[in-house]
């Protein structure tokens, strides 16, 4: 019997409870191949545009850094040039199957570097803008492939059966400490350096190092990414209880949101929850 999956999927974001503006910004699209007919025999309109189904889908989410404007203008300038080059550079119709998953890997982290070099290109021009950055996490699903590329301190999350997976890596100063044993988990939750990060997009870092994962999915399995304003204020086992108990991905992200504004809002919050469900 031949089974196909489908995807659910919703979003939201917030201001939160103390923040001024919503320095956030998510982009959820729907991958299809096109193809606009010009002149035909057929019995089709002059200039109609054909689709196919799904191939794939595209997720991402960018927490803003900078004064003013300048953090909303980074993330949401991140963003578009993200789907800017998928859209035009990326050979992503040409990937879907057979490709080796370490090409498309590095094209993402490419697209990355291409946000980049577009912030700091608007940060050297426009006043006020200088210095600006964003985080950015993106999740390229290419069924049943799940590839991330990821800067900063927004994160994805797998859910899988009772288990919830954090894919992703924080770069911050904080996590670095724990990771090199010169702090415990539990005092880096409470550490100045918690939220200080050494990897973002733009923000004249030296250095961009945008990391890469890949992992197969599986018939139940739920992707979640998120700004941190709801991992620090929403703990692994609320999130999971949510992910796990409400169905519809739309409700599922509102009650994510509601809880990190019970617990505090005190940042902007942006969440993204994908389904895949086999039929």
Known sequence: MNTSVKAQFAGLTDRGRKREQNEDHFLIADLNKSMQVHHTSLEVDPHEVLFSGSEGQLYVVADGIGGDAAGERASELAIETMTQYVLNVLPWFFRLHGEPAEDLLEELKHAVTKCE?????????????EGMGTTLTVAYVLWPKL???????????????????QISCDHTVAQSLVDQGAMTRG????????????????????????????ADLVDGDTILLCTDGLSKEVDDATITKILRTVDDPEQACRGLVDAANESGGSDNTTVIVARYVMS
Do not use: F, M, T
């Not at 070099?117 to 803008?129: D, F, L, Q, S, T």
């Not at 590839?147 to 997976?165: A, F, I, M, P």
């Not at 733009?202 to 990391?211: C, F, I, T, V």
């Open 117 to 129: 070099e577009a912030i700091e290109a608007e940060g050297a021009a426009v006043p006020g803008h």
């Open 147 to 165: 590839h991330v590329v990821h800067v900063g301190d927004s994160r994805c999350y797998l859910l899988r059966g009772k288990k919830l997976q």
């Open 187 to 214: 005092d880096a939750e409470d550490s100045q350096w918690v939220h200080v990060l050494w990897n973002a997009v733009g923000k004249g870092k030296e250095k961009l190092a945008p990391e890469v994962y890949s």
